[in-house]
């Protein structure tokens, strides 16, 4: 079946520390790969997605993320955190050979950034 | 530009009864997923409508029903409640055109029904 694996569930970091979140797929097809954020009290924003073509990408808020095909990864990563980025983080896999374009989501990874 | 708009915000149901959310997709969209998110989870897909008929289906049973308007608008049915069912629901949309179309979804802020 396809899935989602997130590796950590709660990450705590001080500011200015660096950000990785790792997220894996299992899935042999082509896929579209996005990374979620949800922001307290907010719904599910974008923070970036890789579609084809260089597979690092760049989001909003100094994000991007690495699409490694071998290994199935699509890594969240962040030089410097701000308190602001204290938010929960989904990694999202949308299979395309159904042609239609489903989300399959990881369980997500809470992080608390503090000052 | 309104967003993706989802009513009502909170719900509180007794097990057995039915109930029904909407869903409103953001202007310019046609087609609209539900997903049901539980306590510590990542959403988990629910089904899609596209052209006012269902065209993708997740792990849910016939009790999750759903209908999609000339509008574009949503509604998702559940049946017969069971206390598992208590999640936030949330609405999805983007423009998909056809098939295999490289494209974005763009949530609500969902809808909390809590099953006593």
């Known amino acids: 079946a396809q899935s989602v694996s997130q590796h950590n569930h709660h990450v705590i970091l001080s500011e200015a520390a660096s950000l990785e979140l790792g997220c894996n797929y299992s899935?042999?097809?082509?896929?579209?790969l996005f990374w979620y954020v949800q922001y307290p009290g907010q719904h599910l924003q974008l923070l970036l997605k890789y579609f084809s073509g260089d597979p690092l990408v760049k989001g909003i808020k100094g994000f991007e993320a690495e699409f490694i095909k071998s290994k199935f990864s699509f890594n969240l990563r962040k030089p410097s955190v701000q308190w602001s980025d204290t938010a929960e983080y989904f990694c999202?896999?949308?299979?395309?050979?159904?042609?239609?374009?489903?989300?399959?989501f990881g369980a997500g990874t809470r992080l608390a950034v503090h000052p | 530009d309104a967003g993706v708009t989802q009513s009502p915000t909170h719900l509180i149901k007794t097990r057995g009864q039915q109930v029904t959310l909407r869903c409103s997709p953001k202007?310019?969209?046609?087609?609209v997923s539900w997903y049901q998110q539980a306590l510590g989870q990542g959403p988990q897909f629910i089904f899609q409508?596209?052209?006012?008929?269902?065209?993708q289906r997740g792990n849910f049973p016939d009790r999750f029903s759903g209908h999609q308007f000339p509008n574009y608008s949503s509604e998702l049915n559940v049946n017969a409640l069971l206390l598992g069912d208590s999640a936030l629901y949330l609405c999805?949309?983007?423009?998909?055109?056809?098939?295999?179309?490289?494209?974005?979804?763009?949530f609500g802020q969902g809808t909390r029904l809590t099953v006593v």
């Open positions: 999805a949309s983007s423009l998909e055109r056809g098939r295999g179309s490289n494209t974005e979804a763009f």
């Open positions: 899935y042999g097809g082509t896929v579209n």
């Open positions: 202007s310019g969209h046609d087609t």
């Open positions: 999202a896999v949308s299979p395309l050979s159904g042609g239609y374009n489903k989300l399959i």
């Open positions: 409508y596209y052209e006012e008929e269902e065209r």
